[in-house]
Each structure stands twice: as structure tokens, then as C-alpha cells.
């Protein structure tokens, strides 16, 4: 089994950054795509970015384009998401996942492991 575990959460004021971090190992880690996904209470899992096998595509949703960017340190073995100018309406749980295909999706249906996910609140 693939285990994925997600770092980098916290409490933040708005305007602030916070860059969260995935780690895993294995093959389907290495060599499929990666997505960051969050969830807020009451709501759907909402994608947020993707990334390829190889870190040279990537993806976004329109919500955070701008704003979020991942990346894929293949030295590490991580995939990253650095968050900018955060606002109350991103505090939700942030989770990474390791996609079945090479590239990544926005559906998460296409993802077939999953981290424990890690809390981000950002306060007014």
C-alpha cells in the first residue's frame, strides 16, 4: 500500500502564506500524478492543483489560480503547495493524492490513494 502524509497546516491570519508539504515512496508516487485537494465542513472535496509524474505539467482550478502553486521536488520525493495572500474562505482540510494515470486530474475519482490531511484556518 501507498501512504501519504501531508504537513505544513496550521492557524494563519489573513494575507499570510503557508506552504504545505506530501511526501510519500513507491512507484505510484513517483510515477503518476499528484493532486492537492481540501474540504471544508458541509461541503464537496474540491480540487486545487495537480501535477504530472514528472513536475513539468501542471494544473489548477480557477479559484486558486494565481494564488497556489505546486511543484514536484523529485530529489525529495515531494510535492508541494505554496499558498499566498490566504483569506478565511480557504480554511478547510488539505489533502494530497496519488492519481492512477501519469498525469494528474481534477476529478477525484482519478486519485487512488490518500493522505490523513492537514488543517488549515485562516483568521480575519
Known amino acids: 500500500q501507498v501512504t501519504l502524509v501531508e504537513s505544513g497546516g496550521g492557524l494563519v491570519q489573513a494575507g499570510t502564506s503557508l506552504r504545505l508539504s506530501c511526501v510519500s515512496s513507491?512507484?505510484?508516487?513517483?510515477?503518476?500524478?499528484v493532486g492537492w485537494f481540501r474540504q471544508a465542513p458541509g461541503k464537496e472535496r474540491e480540487f486545487l492543483a495537480g501535477?504530472?509524474?514528472?513536475?513539468?505539467?501542471?494544473i489548477y482550478a480557477d479559484s486558486v489560480k494565481g494564488r497556489f502553486t505546486i511543484s514536484r521536488d523529485r530529489v525529495k520525493n515531494t510535492v508541494s503547495l505554496q499558498m499566498t495572500n490566504l483569506e478565511p474562505e480557504d480554511t478547510a482540510v488539505y489533502y494530497c493524492?496519488?492519481?492512477?494515470?501519469?498525469?494528474?486530474?481534477?476529478?477525484?475519482?482519478?486519485?487512488?490513494?490518500w493522505g490523513q490531511g492537514t488543517q488549515v484556518t485562516v483568521s480575519s
Open positions: 501535477v504530472n509524474w514528472n513536475g513539468g505539467d501542471k
Open positions: 493524492a496519488a492519481a492512477l494515470r501519469a498525469s494528474s486530474s481534477r476529478a477525484t475519482t482519478d486519485y487512488r490513494y
Open positions: 513507491g512507484r505510484t508516487f513517483s510515477n503518476n500524478g
